[in-house]
């Protein structure tokens, strides 16, 4: 009996416990929402695009500094010498135990918004090109900096309850899937500890705000671009006999591309190959000397992606071949780096689903199927080695998705024009998880 109660008591103490910590986890957001709103705000108006996040990295900088951490910026080394590396590292040491790396992206899309917002993004720059584009937080990047800074502030606020190192890292050129490779080339590992997890998170419009959603296993794909030249003969257009025709020879590349995933890849190994660009030729008349092709592929395995990559290069060489196109002008098949698929940890997901359980309740936590798009963040894992998740963040108002569920109309996504994702509830839902899923990996 005595027994009994004693542990009545402990599980009664334990209950309280927990209550207290959610309740003053609870009053600290209340106290900060109003301030990472007018952050929100503030990096919304002002986005800057891939390899050329300066105002905003030395932002994200100071903000962490202000905190505590110590900070050190422009990280990241790119092929292209006319990129910097943006990227920071904020490391918060208190005690032993494991390091967490947290990261958020910095970059933004050339996306001209048209959403209407009172803080819309006015803002236009050159782009590598020296064409001028429109910039945009179109993938709600400045809904997870806002949510990684309000994150950093609570658990300064609680480091009596967690122990080990932090490591929040701000990511430049996610869009362009270079940028934490770039992080990583420049001894991200060596020049700070390496972590023993990695976490973060992206926004999801498909979910309702409030919410929060996870996948275990292969979630997103690894992506590679590739550029295809088709060389042929050019010619006048009322000869073919004297020429050999490149865009013949690009329209059969084109459908016979489509059998390696039909034909050649196992139908349990996801798999996507696009022709995104197709270039060639200048007017009705003239066959011309070469096609461009981009290509997208995406797969999860590094096996399939390799195979996948063997097959283009067989199809297109041996696809010139059969028309004819002499050996000295067979075609060339250029792949472009790209990022790697994201796998998340299963056993890391449970711990971090149940923390995210336990903060913002069973109902608020769902499970969520992978997608075929890419993102960098797996990069950071290398390869498997440390166990990484990226969880998401439900973002839209749930009466307008019933809505569009029912209409089958979708709601602006990401990348959109129009993608406006619910502010506050996402940046409290945000906050609220990423800081219980850090606070389960490094509890006393
Ligand atoms: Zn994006
Ligand atoms: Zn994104």
Same mark, same amino acid.
């Given at each position: 009996?005595? *027994?009994?109660?004693?542990?009545?008591?402990?599980?009664?103490?334990?209950?309280? $416990?927990?209550?207290?910590?959610?309740?003053?986890?609870?009053?600290?957001? &209340?106290?900060?929402?109003?301030?990472?709103?007018?952050?929100?705000?503030?990096?919304?108006?002002?986005?800057?695009?891939?390899?050329?996040?300066?105002?905003?990295?030395?932002?994200?900088?100071?903000?962490?500094?202000?905190?505590?951490?110590?900070?050190?910026?422009?990280?990241?080394?790119?092929?292209?010498?006319?990129?910097?590396? +943006?990227?920071?590292?904020?490391?918060? *040491?208190?005690?032993?135990?494991?390091?967490?790396?947290?990261?958020?992206?910095?970059?933004?899309?050339?996306?001209?918004?048209?959403?209407?917002?009172?803080?819309?993004?006015?803002?236009?720059?050159? $782009?590598?090109?020296?064409?001028? @584009?429109?910039?945009?937080?179109?993938?709600?990047?400045?809904?997870?900096?806002?949510?990684?800074?309000?994150?950093?502030?609570?658990?300064?606020?609680?480091?009596?309850?967690?122990?080990?190192?932090?490591?929040?890292?701000?990511?430049?050129?996610?869009?362009?899937?270079?940028?934490?490779?770039?992080?990583?080339? &420049?001894?991200?590992?060596?020049?700070?500890?390496?972590?023993?997890?990695?976490?973060?998170?992206?926004?999801?419009?498909?979910?309702?705000?409030?919410?929060?959603? +996870?996948?275990?296993?292969?979630?997103?794909?690894?992506?590679?671009?590739?550029?295809? *030249?088709?060389?042929?003969?050019?010619?006048?257009?009322?000869?073919?006999?004297?020429?050999?025709?490149?865009?013949?020879?690009?329209?059969?590349?084109?459908?016979?591309?489509?059998?390696?995933?039909?034909?050649?890849?196992?139908?349990? &190994?996801?798999?996507?190959?696009?022709?995104?660009?197709?270039?060639?030729?200048?007017?009705?008349?003239?066959?011309?000397?070469?096609?461009?092709?981009?290509?997208?592929?995406?797969? +999860?395995?590094?096996?399939?992606?390799?195979?996948?990559?063997?097959?283009?290069?067989?199809?297109?060489?041996?696809?010139?071949?059969?028309?004819?196109?002499?050996?000295?002008?067979?075609?060339?098949?250029?792949?472009?780096?790209?990022?790697?698929?994201?796998?998340?940890?299963? *056993?890391?997901?449970?711990?971090?689903?149940?923390?995210?359980?336990?903060?913002?309740?069973?109902? $608020?936590? @769902?499970?969520?199927?992978?997608?075929?798009?890419?993102?960098?963040?797996?990069?950071?894992?290398?390869?498997?080695?440390?166990?990484?998740?990226?969880?998401?963040?439900?973002?839209? &108002?749930?009466?307008?998705?019933?809505?569009?569920?029912?209409?089958?109309?979708?709601?602006?996504?990401?990348?959109?024009?129009?993608?406006?994702? @619910?502010?506050?509830?996402?940046?409290?839902?945000?906050?609220?998880?990423?800081?219980?899923?850090?606070?389960?990996?490094?509890?006393?």
């Amino acid at each position: 009996m005595r *027994k009994l109660s004693l542990v009545t008591a402990v599980l009664a103490a334990l209950v309280l $416990n927990v209550n207290a910590q959610q309740l003053s986890l609870d009053a600290m957001i &209340d106290r900060d929402i109003a301030t990472w709103l007018t952050t929100y705000r503030n990096l919304h108006a002002a986005p800057e695009l891939s390899h050329r996040e300066e105002k905003t990295s030395v932002f994200v900088a100071g903000e962490l500094r202000k905190l505590g951490f110590t900070v050190t910026e422009r990280i990241g080394k790119f092929p292209n010498p006319q990129w910097s590396g +943006y990227g920071l590292v904020a490391v918060l *040491k208190n005690g032993p135990g494991p390091t967490v790396l947290v990261r958020t992206e910095l970059d933004a899309l050339p996306v001209e918004e048209k959403t209407g917002l009172p803080y819309s993004s006015q803002v236009k720059t050159k $782009n590598d090109a020296g064409v001028e @584009v429109s910039v945009m937080h179109a993938c709600g990047h400045d809904l997870h900096m806002t949510s990684f800074l309000g994150t950093a502030t609570m658990l300064t606020a609680l480091k009596d309850r967690w122990s080990g190192t932090l490591m929040l890292v701000g990511q430049p050129s996610e869009e362009t899937g270079d940028g934490a490779s770039a992080m990583l080339r &420049d001894d991200l590992y060596t020049k700070f500890p390496k972590p023993d997890f990695a976490i973060a998170l992206h926004d999801k419009p498909e979910l309702e705000t409030g919410k929060v959603g +996870y996948t275990p296993g292969y979630a997103m794909a690894s992506s590679t671009s590739i550029d295809i *030249k088709i060389r042929g003969i050019g010619g006048h257009g009322s000869a073919p006999e004297v020429t050999k025709d490149p865009v013949v020879v690009a329209a059969q590349v084109v459908m016979a591309l489509q059998t390696i995933v039909s034909r050649e890849n196992s139908p349990l &190994d996801p798999a996507v190959v696009t022709v995104g660009s197709i270039h060639g030729g200048t007017r009705y008349n003239i066959i011309p000397d070469e096609v461009n092709l981009q290509l997208t592929v995406r797969t +999860y395995k590094e096996e399939v992606r390799r195979r996948m990559l063997a097959s283009i290069e067989r199809i297109v060489k041996g696809v010139a071949a059969t028309a004819g196109i002499p050996e000295d002008r067979a075609p060339t098949v250029k792949v472009a780096e790209g990022a790697g698929a994201l796998y998340n940890d299963p *056993k890391l997901v449970e711990r971090v689903a149940g923390a995210f359980r336990q903060a913002l309740g069973d109902e $608020n936590v @769902v499970q969520v199927p992978p997608i075929m798009a890419s993102e960098d963040f797996g990069e950071f894992s290398l390869d498997h080695k440390i166990p990484a998740t990226m969880f998401w963040l439900g973002a839209s &108002d749930p009466a307008k998705l019933k809505a569009s569920r029912e209409s089958g109309v979708p709601l602006p996504g990401l990348h959109s024009a129009l993608f406006a994702p @619910v502010p506050e509830s996402t940046l409290r839902t945000g906050v609220k998880a990423m800081t219980s899923a850090v606070l389960e990996l490094m509890k006393k």
